[in-house]
């Protein structure tokens, strides 16, 4: 199982008897993932300029988190498991 959260303002969450809270996340995706889309930039950069041909992550890598994110989909509309491999 793979797990990733969304940014939230705070990282203080509320479990009670009358059930789960926490801050909403935060609205536009770059407020939550602007440093991600930063670091990315910035290591491919530094691999580009390095003369890197392997840098990291690669196209291969890319192509697996789509087959995970196809099979998520398939899986929300079958409700059934979908087994990657």
Do not use: C, W
Not at 24 to 44: C, D, K, M, S, V
């Amino acid at each position: 199982m793979i797990h990733a959260k969304n940014v939230h303002n705070t990282t203080v969450e509320i479990l009670s008897q009358s059930g789960y809270s926490a801050d909403p996340i935060q609205n536009f995706f770059l407020e939550r993932y602007g440093n991600a889309y930063a670091n990315e930039l910035n290591t491919f950069i530094t691999a580009v300029e390095a003369g890197d041909r392997n840098p990291k992550p690669s196209g291969f890598d890319g192509l697996q988190a789509q087959i995970l994110a196809d099979a998520a989909t398939e899986s929300l509309k079958t409700g059934k498991p979908v087994r990657v491999s």
